[in-house]
């Protein structure tokens, strides 16, 4: 059976041994030849860019939630703002002119108390700035203080319920800190 020929396919080698070379053609590595395409770097080359369109969009969506990131970020420092003046932004001052004199009226519209309250007398004609201690408005009332009408308050200080520091300005803006005038 050794040398026999085969049916259609010429005489079978030895084993071990090839008289001729197994295939008809000789291909060499990577080449595409007569019979078709190289599947192994097909493959490859969609391999490659499959994952260079994953890194794209790996890299998109990162920075979409860095974005995202930033803006929630930003929003909680602006809430946690607007709560720390929540009760602050309660406390407010007014100035009354009459026949009477002048004047001035605080009131806290808050259901907290304040303390340490300071208005800032502004007097031209005398000293100039004198510090005037107020008495600490409960929750939800107001006091009025009367003085010459010469003099105007100039800046309302207080603190509130959480020890935070505030003032008030004559054009009625609320800063946080303590200003002294003097």
């Given at each position: 059976m050794t040398g026999e020929p085969r049916?259609?396919?010429?005489?079978?080698?030895?084993?071990?041994?090839?008289?001729w070379p197994r295939r008809a053609?000789?291909?060499?590595?990577?080449?595409?030849?007569?019979?078709?395409?190289?599947?192994?770097?097909v493959a490859t080359a969609i391999g490659v860019l499959t994952a260079g369109a994953g890194l794209v969009f790996t890299a998109i969506s990162t920075y979409i939630g860095v974005l995202v990131a930033q803006d929630q970020l930003e929003q909680s420092r602006q809430d946690?703002?607007?709560?720390?003046?929540?009760?602050?932004?309660?406390?407010?001052?007014?100035?009354?002119?009459?026949?009477t004199g002048a004047r001035t009226v605080v009131a806290n519209?808050?259901?907290l108390p304040v303390t340490s309250v300071y208005g800032y007398l502004h007097r031209p004609k005398r000293d100039g700035v004198t510090g005037v201690g107020f008495p600490d408005p409960p929750p939800c009332s107001r006091f009025t203080v009367d003085h010459d009408t010469s003099?105007?308050?100039?800046?309302?200080?207080?603190?509130?319920?959480?020890?935070?520091?505030?003032?008030?300005?004559?054009?009625?803006?609320?800063?946080?800190?303590?200003?002294?005038?003097?």
């Open positions: 049916r259609g396919r010429g005489p079978r080698p030895e084993r071990g041994r090839a008289s053609y000789v291909r060499r590595r990577g080449q595409v030849c007569g019979r078709g395409w190289n599947w192994a770097q946690s703002e607007d709560h720390a003046r929540l009760q602050s932004s309660k406390i407010v001052m007014w100035t009354v002119l009459d026949a519209r808050s259901t003099d105007g308050v100039a800046v309302l200080a207080f603190t509130d319920s959480n020890g935070r520091g505030w003032t008030r300005t004559p054009d009625g803006e609320l800063e946080q800190g303590i200003e002294s005038c003097e």
